[in-house]
């Protein structure tokens, strides 16, 4: 059997690697059109930044050591530029001398990955602008940092990528402007806990320009649509990926909404013997069962090997992604999985949110504070997404919730879990156990939560509603919710007499865990509607502040 794949980054060296794992007859070619094979773009940033001192610990495989390991022909500056399905044929030129050859397979593969896109701004294809990709785009950025020593730099686009580099260029002592088009960053998560990680970007020194596109760039500065001019020295391009489908549609490859190849649970496209794996490939969701695309190395990966181990007559299939992702924001950690609240009330969900803020493991050992976004499902129960920040234990948590939404835990489950505990690590109640518990005492009603955009709203509309704040004076009066009253938690079974319990009623303290408290005791004396403020006071400080 012959096997070409086009493309040998991550998807393409996975696919090459399981199939021979499982045939040693097999002959297996890889095309690649750039210089380089099986890199880590995901530690391109940390490079720039002086993290990682040797570019070459980012390039670990090399076209000799895929041959002697893996007995598979790996060719750089080779592009496919014609497919012929009928004969089983591809046209391939060699980009340094522009020779042409053929050849021939019994499977094909597309493993061609996405390129940056690239904004139609004048001054665009200026020498300080760079894109953020491949190992040739990082020497070029290096080698100009190095050279020309710049002061200013400007990041345009705050997903993941621009937010890393936002991180390692002020890390290298640069002044680092953000400029992102949309009223926040991290787009895929949802505002309020974005602002949380907005706010750390301005605590760290990045100059952060929201609602604002970069519409000229010059050799020394940068013009916005807002009529802004700002100097910059370099100009970093992180404005997302499109994949590469233009040879996979000459010849019918379907493709997606998403702009990705549509491919089966086997990697296999519409077209027989033909597969497309990594960025270049959609993938769907685990909840849904609709298509997601999330080019990631890790995907990209397991669609690899999945592929590799289907062409050679093995059984793997795909089971879909979350959409799992975490980066660090200088000493910031944030993590998502699953849906966000958008996203789940877009699919038609009934869904039940809780803002949990704990700290990651005891306090008394210097555990700092979690805030997690937890969404269920109030007919079903079951997980629906979660978003963490915070400066310990990130990882753990979201790495717990993304195997118990993988198995379609509810939860109620994330409570009885028999998680590691010891004071260094965890609390004795696990951040996740908590948040288990409290959604599902909302879900069952027994104490409701409401956010605080949901808070905001009724008081907004003047509904009959009462607030009571449970902390003391002293917290009160540094800052609480508009219109509560302040009733301590000792206080409150001898004050019962200045509040109606047939008015719906929302208890609130610093961060959820006094205001259930109260919630249960008024509960427990017949107040007949009540909410406990989700993620407490500091949550609705947050909101109020960044809505």
């Keep these: 059997m012959k096997i070409i794949i086009i493309g040998s980054v991550a998807a393409g060296t996975s696919v090459a690697a399981k199939a021979r794992r499982n045939d040693e007859n097999a002959k297996i070619t890889l095309y690649n059109a750039d210089y380089d094979i099986s890199y880590s773009a995901c530690?391109?940033?940390?490079?720039?930044?002086?993290?990682?001192?040797?570019?070459?610990?980012?390039?670990?495989r090399s076209p000799a050591w895929f041959k002697k390991r893996y007995n598979v022909d790996v060719f750089v500056r080779y592009?496919?530029?014609?497919?012929?399905?009928?004969?089983?044929?591809?046209q391939v030129k060699n980009l340094e001398t522009n020779e042409t050859i053929e050849d021939v397979y019994d499977v094909l593969v597309f493993a061609t990955g996405a390129s940056p896109i690239t904004p139609a701004i004048p001054g665009i294809e200026s020498k300080q602008v760079f894109q953020v990709r491949t190992i040739q785009n990082t020497v070029a950025i290096n080698q100009f940092i190095t050279e020309q020593q710049p002061k200013k730099a400007t990041i345009i686009g705050a997903g993941y990528i621009g937010l890393e580099m936002a991180e390692q260029l002020t890390r290298r002592g640069l002044e680092v402007t953000l400029v992102q088009r949309s009223?926040?960053?991290?787009?895929?998560?949802?505002?309020?806990?974005?602002?949380?990680?907005?706010?750390?970007?301005i605590k760290n020194g990045v100059n952060l320009l929201l609602n604002e596109e970069v519409t000229t760039i010059s050799k020394k500065e940068i013009q916005t649509k807002s009529g802004k001019t700002m100097e910059t020295d370099l100009v970093i391009l992180a404005t997302g990926v499109r994949p590469n489908v233009k040879l996979a549609k000459a010849i019918g490859v379907m493709v997606g909404d998403s702009g990705a190849i549509v491919v089966n649970n086997k990697m296999q496209t519409n077209l027989p013997d033909i597969y497309a794996v990594g960025?270049?490939?959609?993938?769907?969701?685990?909840?849904t069962g609709k298509p997601l695309y999330r080019p990631l190395g890790s995907t990209a990966n397991k669609m690899g090997r999945i592929a590799g181990d289907v062409i050679t007559g093995g059984s793997l299939e795909h089971r879909?992604?979350?959409g799992t992702g975490i980066l660090r924001v200088f000493d910031l950690a944030v993590g998502q999985t699953g849906m966000n609240e958008t996203e789940a009330l877009k699919e038609g969900y009934d869904i039940e949110i809780l803002h949990n803020i704990k700290p990651a493991r005891a306090e008394y050992l210097g555990g700092k504070e979690l805030v997690i976004k937890a969404i269920a499902d109030r007919e079903t129960g079951r997980i629906l997404g979660v978003q963490i920040v915070g400066e310990d234990g990130v990882d753990k948590r979201i790495d717990v919730f993304v195997t118990a939404i993988t198995f379609k835990a509810k939860a109620e489950d994330l409570f009885h879990l028999d998680l590691a505990y010891?004071?260094?690590?965890s609390t004795t109640k696990d951040p996740v156990m908590y948040t288990g518990m409290a959604l599902q005492n909302a879900i069952e009603k027994k104490n409701k939560l409401i956010t605080p955009k949901a808070l905001t709203e009724r008081i907004h509309n003047k509904e009959s509603i009462q607030v009571i704040d449970t902390r003391g004076a002293k917290q009160f009066n540094v800052s609480c919710v508009d219109n509560a009253i302040n009733i301590p938690l000792v206080d409150l079974r001898k004050n019962l007499t200045k509040l109606a319990p047939n008015l719906p009623t929302v208890i609130y303290c610093n961060s959820g865990v006094t205001g259930n408290a109260a919630q249960n005791v008024l509960r427990n004396l017949g107040f007949t509607e009540l909410y406990n403020l989700s993620g407490g006071n500091k949550n609705y400080q947050y909101y109020k502040k960044n809505q």
Excluded: C, W
């Design 79 to 90: 592009e496919v530029t014609k497919i012929d399905t009928t004969q089983k044929k591809v």
């Design 320 to 322: 879909g992604i979350l």
């Design 422 to 425: 010891a004071p260094p690590f």
């Design 279 to 287: 960025d270049v490939a959609e993938s769907y969701s685990l909840i």
């Design 43 to 60: 530690g391109i940033p940390y490079f720039l930044g002086g993290e990682v001192e040797d570019i070459e610990t980012l390039i670990p």
């Design 183 to 201: 009223n926040q960053v991290l787009t895929h998560m949802d505002k309020d806990i974005a602002s949380r990680v907005q706010e750390h970007l």
